[in-house]
């Protein structure tokens, strides 16, 4: 440091132009005319010229990963059965009904596994079969709340489920 640098005073809102060096002192006038006097240590050169040859690296914002646990967006299980299986015109009424049953039972006890929070179960709109046993499945469990996703309670094709 020599006379006529400009110097910046650490953890304090300071600055100015050195007017003289005192051993380990050294005085400044700031920009009011202002004198003061602070150890060599506690100052900084003000010289944004030193800065020129650091080359700046521009890094890429880190993603926020986000759980299965705290996902806002609920697993669907959509039970149409041409969604379960390759033909499903191989297969009668009943054996439909119950793999559509295994296929809830299978993906509740998933949900409750990975502590997963919410399930949206899509049945369909129709005579209304599915969405019985659906009802009746989730009837019989414990530790979830279920409701139609619809806001209008008749005629919706898909149950929303919280696990507690």
Known sequence: MKIGDKVSVVDEDLSGVITSVNGNIVVFKDEYGFTYQ???????????SIYDNIKV?????PRKVTSKKHDKNPLVLDLHFHNLVKNPNDYDGFERLFMQKEKLVQTISFCR????????????IGDGVLQKLVWDVLESQTGLDFYNKEILHHQS???MVEFH
């Open 157 to 159: 094709g898909a149950v």
């Open 38 to 48: 602070h150890p060599k240590e506690k100052l900084v050169p003000k010289n944004a």
């Open 113 to 124: 596994k990975n502590h997963l929070k919410r399930l949206e179960i899509v049945h369909g």
């Open 57 to 61: 690296v521009q890094k890429a914002e």
